[in-house]
């Protein structure tokens, strides 16, 4: 059965303060890993990563895969109270539908 | 990215009836789907919305608990029949396009309360 693990479930820091992320993933026929930012209800696309070792980046925040050690990284430098939120990690395997994990609610304070 | 809208937003249900949620796209797009997402836990895949045919459904799911229809390229609903308690979720539809068919945008949801 197809799995993602997110870690950490929970995550409070500072303002100003860089985090990181982490999803494993054990799936047959990986195809590509997404992250998502869910602020309230509807997640909100961030990446999507498909080779291993390229650096997507989008301002403040970038993700990185591994296939071979099925990991994918998101960093969040410089964090500001509007990061707070549930941050999703899934994959897409073979013609199955994404997998999600259960995601880590970041809490940034001031 | 496609602009997603949802109706209700949040609505608040009694035992064993129906709500059916609307998921309407501003463009035509290739795939449909439908997730829930229960209190605390991740999304989880109801199923995928076929223009013209039936839905094709997950583990767990059936039709005749959550029917599905789409009948265009931009437009698809969801019921939740017979509702419990334990309906009690968010519902979310996303689409993806033809060509990036792995990356699914999602609509604002709706938070539906079975009382």
């Known amino acids: 059965e197809d799995k993602v693990v997110q870690s950490p479930l929970s995550l409070v820091v500072h303002e100003g303060d860089t985090v990181t992320l982490n999803c494993s993933y054990e799936?047959?026929?990986?195809?590509?890993l997404l992250w998502y930012k869910q602020e309230k209800k509807a997640p909100t696309f961030l990446f999507m990563l498909?080779?291993?070792?390229i650096e997507k980046k989008s301002g403040r925040l970038s993700s990185i895969l591994d296939k071979k050690e099925l990991f994918s990284i998101l960093n969040i430098t410089a964090t500001q109270t509007g990061d707070s939120a549930v941050y999703l990690c899934?994959?897409?395997?073979?013609?199955?539908?994404?997998?999600f994990g259960k995601g880590t609610r970041l809490s940034v304070i001031a | 990215s496609a602009v997603i809208s949802q109706k209700p937003s949040r609505d608040i249900c009694q035992r064993g009836t129906s709500l059916t949620i609307q998921c309407q796209v501003d463009?035509?797009?290739?795939?449909m789907f439908w997730y829930r997402q229960q209190p605390g836990q991740s999304l989880t895949l109801i199923a995928t919305?076929?223009?013209?045919?039936?839905?094709?459904?997950e583990s767990g799911f059936v039709i005749d608990k959550f029917p599905i229809s789409r009948p265009n390229l931009t437009f698809s609903t969801l019921t939740v029949s017979n509702m419990s308690p334990e309906d009690s979720s968010i519902y979310l539809c996303?689409?993806?396009?033809?060509?990036?068919?792995?990356?699914?945008?999602f609509g604002p949801g709706t938070r539906l309360t079975v009382l």
């Open positions: 996303s689409v993806s396009r033809e060509g990036s068919t792995d990356t699914q945008y």
């Open positions: 899934a994959v897409h395997s073979g013609n199955t539908p994404l997998v």
């Open positions: 799936v047959t026929n990986f195809r590509s």
């Open positions: 463009s035509q797009v290739t795939m």
């Open positions: 498909t080779s291993s070792g």
């Open positions: 919305a076929n223009q013209g045919s039936e839905a094709t459904y």
